[in-house]
């Protein structure tokens, strides 16, 4: 009996204590937009229309629930911001491939016509968490990260 006891007694210990972790909160992606704006080191912005999404980024619109595209105004500046909530897993994994082929597709643009530019495209990064994905383009790239990242 004191066995079936203490069983029971660490089986409702483990189930209280699986519900104690916080599950990772998602983040307005206007609200991070904001204070990457509100930081002032981006140059002018224009935003991606979504139905382009598709063209400019090869990703389909049914694979997100929320993203934000947004380019510099001067197409000579590599500056580029891209925040995504994927639907589900898969669709994250293959969101994440599109962005990595979108800098590498920069990074080729720029080494040869704006070393400057390149320099910038190569300390952007490219994030996955979860089903949150980020490609983040500036030379203060690093300051958007943490932005990006609630720092």
């Known amino acids: ?6 069983v029971a007694l660490v089986l409702c210990l483990i189930v209280l204590l699986s519900g104690c972790g ?3 909160k998602s983040r307005d992606l206007q609200e991070i937009w904001q204070g990457m704006l509100k930081a002032d080191m981006l140059p002018e912005m224009v935003a ?29 500046l590599a500056d580029e911001v891209v925040m995504v909530r994927a639907r589900d897993d898969d669709a994250a994994g293959q969101i994440h491939r599109m962005l990595e082929s979108r800098m590498d597709a920069k990074a080729a643009e720029a080494r040869t016509y704006s070393p ?19 490609l ?4 203060k790239a690093d300051t958007l990260l943490e932005i990006y990242q609630g720092e």
């Open 1 to 6: 009996m004191k066995r079936v006891l203490a």
């Open 22 to 24: 916080n599950a990772p």
């Open 48 to 76: 991606v229309p979504h139905d382009l999404a598709l063209d400019f980024y090869g990703i389909e619109p049914e694979w997100y629930e929320e993203a934000l595209f947004m380019v510099a105004s001067d197409s000579l």
């Open 116 to 134: 400057e530019q390149y320099a910038v495209i190569s300390r952007g990064h490219v994030l996955k968490n979860g089903r949150e994905l980020a």
């Open 136 to 139: 983040l383009v500036s030379p």
